[in-house]
T-cell receptor, first 111, second 113 residues
Framework: EAQVTQNPRYLITVTGKKLTVTCSQN?????MSWYRQDPGLGLRQIYY???????DKGDVPEGYKVSRKEKRNFPLILESPSPNQTSLYFC??????????FGEGSRLTVL | KQEVTQIPAALSVPEGENLVLNCSFT??????LQWFRQDPGKGLTSLLL?????REQTSGRLNASLDKSSGRSTLYIAASQPGDSATYLC????????????FGAGTILRVKS
């Protein structure tokens, strides 16, 4: 089954404790991206990657890092999480200029 | 900077009605436009993808149109059903700064039985 898998789905952590949200897709898509969704602000792009070893900033990259060492994986790293990073995070993938497939989301709370 | 606006923000209709959701964007330099559905607490599901060279796409009871020159798209839902209740988002893949996807805030649709 074609899918985008995110882990963890739910996480509560404390300020400053590094965490990684993993994202994996099994569709051999070149393009992957991360979004955060906040009430009243909608979906905003954090980072995206056009292919292996190619990443670029979206609209709200501050406080986040990504890497794309393999085509299927695109982890989101929060080196020192802060409460303003409490949000619902989505990973997505697509073929180039094609239909976007989303993961189920990861709800992160930073205390 | 590309901005995407969706009107109305919320819509409540009786079952069986045909309805139109609107999406507008400020910069016509786009690769494509996509309509998504999001159920509460869930991820987004792609409904229709319209490439910049296309005028419309259809899937079942859904029809999406694109007028790139005027910066507008509409999503038409025929014979609405309670199961259509969800948030509908449109997004444009913009040529600005490479491939960047910009989302509208969404329209919350409720179809009453």
């Amino acid at each position: 089954e074609a899918q985008v898998t995110q882990n963890p789905r739910y996480l509560i952590t404390v300020t400053g404790k590094k965490l990684t949200v993993t994202c994996s897709q099994n569709m051999n898509h070149e393009y992957m991206s991360w979004y955060r969704q906040d009430p009243g602000l909608g979906l905003r792009q954090i980072y995206y990657s056009m292919n292996v070893e190619v990443t670029d900033k979206g609209d709200v990259p501050e406080g986040y890092k990504v890497s794309r060492k393999e085509k299927r994986n695109f982890p989101l790293i929060l080196e020192s999480p802060s409460p303003n990073q409490t949000s619902l995070y989505f990973c997505a993938s697509s073929p180039k200029l094609g239909e976007l497939f989303f993961g189920e989301g990861s709800r992160l709370t930073v205390l | 900077k590309q901005e995407v606006t969706q009107i109305p923000a919320a819509l409540s209709v009786p079952e069986g009605e045909n309805l139109v959701l609107n999406c507008s964007f400020t910069d016509s330099a786009i690769y494509n436009l996509q309509w998504f559905r999001q159920d509460p607490g869930k991820g987004l599901t792609s409904l229709l993808l319209i490439q910049s060279s296309q005028r419309e796409q259809t899937s079942g009871r859904l029809n999406a149109s694109l007028d790139k020159s005027s910066g507008r798209s509409t999503l038409y839902i025929a014979a609405s059903q309670p199961g259509d209740s969800a948030t509908y988002l449109c997004a444009v893949e913009t040529m600005e700064y490479g491939n960047k996807l910009v989302f509208g805030a969404g329209t919350i649709l409720r179809v009453k039985s």
